[in-house]
């Protein structure tokens, strides 16, 4: 998505405007369209998406919620989404993660893979929550013809392909670095549709990035 670009250093993402003189609205539905208009369950997702792509947005953040919510909504995940913006919080890199945690009331915090290189896990132990850390293995799933599987596309190359069955594709392959399925060794199949306390926490500070999930 195009954007217009601040003269700040480090512009918070809540602050960053999208660029609606370029059509890229268009250009993503019909590529879209192009890549996914004969797989299985096309017709299925393709409404919802394809109304978001008719509106105008004009803060990057509205759009990123919009898409986020669209696609939970998709998975049947039902976690609660919290902007970051909304909470009292201080400290910056782990000290901030930790602040998000007891505004919260959690008891864990999940970090992805990337996390073993910069979290302090201590620090969290001494204030009651547990530091975890995922180590996703991409699944393979039918594509349909045409070549190797390609890892890593957008997740509604999934949807488009496997539909209901997306979101327990994607948790049978979500365990930690101990080797742990979700709710502490439960496999996935058996997790019903709301299971899990996770609060997903959408951060539109200076980083611009999501933060993780949080449980309780």
């Known amino acids: 998505v195009p954007v217009i670009t601040s003269a700040k250093t480090t512009q918070p993402i809540v602050e960053v405007a999208i660029d609606n003189r370029r059509p890229w609205r268009r250009k993503h539905w019909s590529a879209i369209c192009h890549a996914y208009a004969k797989a299985p369950y096309f017709e299925t997702y393709a409404p919802a998406l394809q109304s978001i792509y008719e509106r105008e947005w004009d803060q990057l953040t509205e759009l990123n919620l919009c898409l986020l919510r669209t696609l939970l909504d998709a998975l049947d995940i039902r976690t609660p989404l919290i902007r970051s913006g909304t909470l009292a919080l201080h400290g910056h890199k782990n000290q901030l993660i930790l602040s998000i945690c007891q505004e919260l009331g959690a008891t864990s915090f999940w970090f992805g893979e990337g996390g073993l290189a910069y979290a302090q896990p201590e ?11 995922q180590r996703y293995r991409h699944p393979i799933y039918d594509q349909g013809p045409g070549g190797e599987f390609v890892p890593y596309l957008s997740v509604i190359d999934l949807l488009f392909r496997a539909g209901p069955r997306s979101r327990e594709i994607i948790m ?6 101990d080797g742990r399925l979700p709710k502490d060794g439960l496999p996935a199949s058996q997790l019903g549709p709301h299971e899990g306390r996770s609060l997903c926490v959408h951060n539109h500070a200076a980083a611009g990035k999501p933060i993780g999930g949080v449980t309780s």
């Not at 049978?172 to 670095?177: E, I, L, Q, T």
């Open 123 to 133: 620090l969290f132990q001494r204030h009651g929550v547990t530091a975890r850390f």
């Open 172 to 177: 049978a392959s979500n365990v930690d670095r």
